[in-house]
Structure formats: C-alpha cells, structure tokens
C-alpha cells in the first residue's frame, strides 16, 4: 500500500485494485426524511461502500447538521452523497447525522475488508 495509505484499494506497487475483490463484512441501513436525522454507526465499521436512495449529506462527527444548508458555511467532517452512485469511503464508528437535501431515501454502509487483509500471503510471497 502507499507510504501514507492514500489508496486503501490497491496492491503494494499501488496499483488500483478492483472493489469486487473485497470481502464484504457488515451491512447497516438508515431511513432518513428530508432534514437532519441523527444515526449511529456501529463499531467495526472502517472501510466502506455508502450508497444512498436520495442526494444527502454525511456528517461523521455526530454534531448536528442545519435544516438547509448555509451557502459559504464549511461544514467538518461532512461528505455530500448523490443518489445512486456507490462510493468507497473510509469512515469511523460513532454518532453521525444525516440530512436529506430534497427527498426522503435510504442510506446504505456496507462495511468491507480492505485489500491488504485478504491479499495478504500474495502480498508476502516471492516469486
């Protein structure tokens, strides 16, 4: 993996790595309505793909978000989600909030193994 583990989904030659390699561990789903909505997510959850229903924004650290968003307002630790694109993220356990821009939907985590732990003898193996 690279030096500063920039790419969790690659070989040691950083080299992307497909996502269909990875080993699914644990999957946890949150309706949310349009406006903020508080969540949990649960312990072992690190490496991850989010999808979601409807547009909506992800704020990790548990504070809460806004009814609407305040244009020039840096919100931390928060990632927008458009609907219907999967995504692969790094995240951390713990109380998050969800706010839904435009419709009410479903946000996905699938938490997954990364690449290095499954790989790991041909990682280590001569050739």
Known sequence: ???ENL????????????LEVVKPKTLVS???????SSIVIPA?????????????ILRLDGV????ALVDGVAYSNSMFIPAATPMSV?????DAQILGLTE??????????QW???????QTSVG
């Not at 072992?44 to 909506?56: E, F, L």
Request: aromatic residues 12%.
């Open 30 to 36: 949150y309706a949310f309505p349009i406006g903020s």
């Open 90 to 94: 790094i995240i951390a356990a713990g």
């Open 116 to 122: 290095a732990a499954l790989a790991q003898p041909l």
């Open 44 to 56: 072992g959850i690190s490496a991850c793909w989010i999808y979601s229903t409807q547009d909506c």
């Open 104 to 113: 009410a939907g479903n946000l996905y985590i699938n938490g997954i193994e």
């Open 64 to 67: 809460a978000l806004p009814a």
């Open 1 to 3: 993996m690279a030096a």
């Open 7 to 18: 790419y969790p989904f690659s070989t040691p030659q950083g080299s992307a790595v497909p």
